[in-house]
């Protein structure tokens, strides 16, 4: 069956990076043919989209609070989709979730299969 698994997650100060991924298995077609989203939920707040990969020809959406700032690409041979994150913000903390779909918007609904989220925690 069709599974997503993050990792990458863990405590970065202020200014700092992370790479996560998200290793998708069990799908009965190569990740090139999907849309792969990145969302995050912080405590007490809607889960909200945070970047996304087109199907076939790689193209990216961001959220404007993280543009310039994190880079989703994926590894199709590998099955991995990552988001490198930079310049990490206080409010970057969230749990992060990949997801898999046919649209790469940044709109939740649009999304069929999801991982069990890493935690990214910002704090000096």
């Known amino acids: 069956q069709e599974q997503l698994v993050e990792s990458g997650g863990g405590l970065v100060q202020p200014g700092g990076s992370l790479r996560l991924s998200c290793a998708a298995s069990?799908?009965?077609?190569?990740?090139?043919?999907?849309?792969i989203g990145w969302f995050r939920q912080a405590p007490g707040k809607e889960r909200e989209g945070v970047a996304a990969?087109?199907?076939?020809?790689?193209?990216?959406r961001y959220a404007d609070s993280v543009k310039g700032r994190f880079t989703i690409s994926r590894d199709n041979a590998k099955s991995t989709v990552y988001l490198q994150m930079n310049s990490l913000k206080p409010e970057d903390t969230a749990v992060y979730y990949c997801?898999?779909?046919?649209?790469?918007?940044?709109?939740?609904?649009?999304?069929?299969?999801w991982g069990q989220g890493t935690q990214v925690t910002v704090s000096s």
């Open positions: 997801a898999v779909g046919d649209v790469a918007l940044l709109t939740t609904s649009l999304y069929d299969y």
């Open positions: 069990g799908f009965d077609s190569t990740l090139d043919y999907y849309a």
């Open positions: 990969i087109n199907a076939h020809d790689d193209g990216t």
